[in-house]
């Protein structure tokens, strides 16, 4: 019998929806697996909890969450709290406090889904994006001088450390062996970048040495854009900066049908620190306390959790149930194009565990 302690992370928006969703379906596979159950804890941390106290979460707020097994995030966002607030103020300092270096992003067009690669085969599009996730272009060190005068000047500088870009690239080529393809494209922009990216480049010819059954290739991340529409399948696992992997990912995203959908992993491999788990779509004000929102790529992160836990077989059980789910039009989302809501999509989730004992 293992218990796994996750926190829960509503934060803002349509976080508060999503999150509660996805215990919900975590709490239904537990029930009808002997050996796995569940230890919430709810976090109020976020913009409302901003405007009370000045901060997004309390100063001690990593010691609550270390001696968890996994953290489980919505969103956060808020249209009257600046974004470096909630940005810096909760969800980076939770990925750079536990050292959550590698963000892991798989994109795939699940069944059902109206995706809008037309000429994209079925399993062509099957990709796991590896984001650098501890420094290089948002190290957030720069500055402005002579604001409001004609010399007027700002920076941002981008750091690379050969550490960190050996640490990524050794979690990347690892990835990508353990899957069927074996294969890795490292994301660059060496040509014109001419220091951090080629020292990049070079990290990756030595590290590829330790994987020698990893077919590997380098590409410019502008073309890496036409790639991927061209040419999807000639795509497995790919690794970038954190600024180049956060546009394309973005991309993938919208590429397999939907924001709603995507899920992601804030990941230390080493294991010092509980990892983060979260849809990547932001807070929505537009449609929250709605109802509408599209749970399922809270959903998907919480089959990577499971996954990141050791529980593969609770994970393929989800994902099964999220595949059933998207499969059938009338369990759409607005997103998708249709009228479903947060909790038909849970229900219907929760049913189809229920029923796949
Ligand atoms: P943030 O500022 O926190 O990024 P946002 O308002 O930009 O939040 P996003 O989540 O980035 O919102 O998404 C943009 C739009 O996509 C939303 O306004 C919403 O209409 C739609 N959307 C995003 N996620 C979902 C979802 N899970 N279900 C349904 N629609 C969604
Ligand atoms: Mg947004």
Not at 59 to 69: I, P, V
Not at 170 to 184: D, E, G, V, Y
């Amino acid at each position: 019998m293992r218990t796994y302690r996750i926190a829960a992370i509503p934060g803002d928006g349509i976080g508060k929806e999503v999150i509660p969703a996805g215990k919900h379906v975590l709490e239904a596979l537990a029930k009808t697996a002997d050996s796995l159950t569940f230890e919430f804890e709810d976090f109020d941390w976020g913009a409302d909890y901003y405007r009370q106290h000045g901060v997004m979460m309390p100063a001690d707020g990593l010691d609550a969450l270390r001696d968890k097994d996994a953290i489980l995030f919505g969103s956060a966002g808020d249209p009257d709290v600046p974004d470096h607030i909630t940005l810096w103020g909760l969800r980076l300092k939770i990925c750079q406090g536990f050292d959550q270096y590698a963000n892991v992003r798989p994109t795939r067009i699940l069944p059902g889904i109206d995706a809008p690669l037309k000429r994209c085969k079925p399993g062509d599009l099957d990709w796991v994006i590896v984001r650098e996730n501890s420094e290089g272009e948002y190290s957030g060190i720069g500055g402005r001088v002579h604001q409001g005068h004609p010399i007027e000047a700002a920076t941002d500088v981008s750091i690379l450390t050969r550490a960190g870009v050996e640490r990524i690239m050794r979690f990347a080529f690892r990835l990508a062996q353990s899957r069927p393809r074996k294969q890795l494209t490292v994301i660059t922009k060496s040509n014109a970048q001419r220091h951090a990216m080629v020292m990049w480049d070079e990290v990756a010819l030595r590290i590829s040495k330790e994987f020698p059954d990893v077919k590997w290739d380098k590409e410019l991340v502008d073309a890496s854009t036409a790639r991927m529409i061209n040419r999807p399948g000639s795509l497995d696992t790919i690794v970038a900066t954190n600024l180049h992997a956060d546009i394309l990912s973005d991309l993938a995203a919208a590429l397999a049908g939907s924001l709603g959908i995507a899920p992601t992993g804030n990941i230390d491999p080493e294991r010092r620190y509980p990892s983060m788990f979260e849809p990547i779509h932001g807070s929505a004000f537009d449609i929250m306390g709605k109802g509408l929102a599209n749970p399922i790529g809270t959903f998907w992160s919480a089959v990577m959790m499971l996954e990141h836990l050791g529980e593969s077989g609770a994970a393929k059980r989800l994902m099964r149930a999220i595949e059933a789910v998207t499969a059938s039009p009338k369990l759409h989302t607005g997103d998708l194009g249709g009228s479903a809501t947060t909790a038909q999509v849970t229900e219907a989730v929760c049913e189809l565990i229920a029923n796949s004992q």
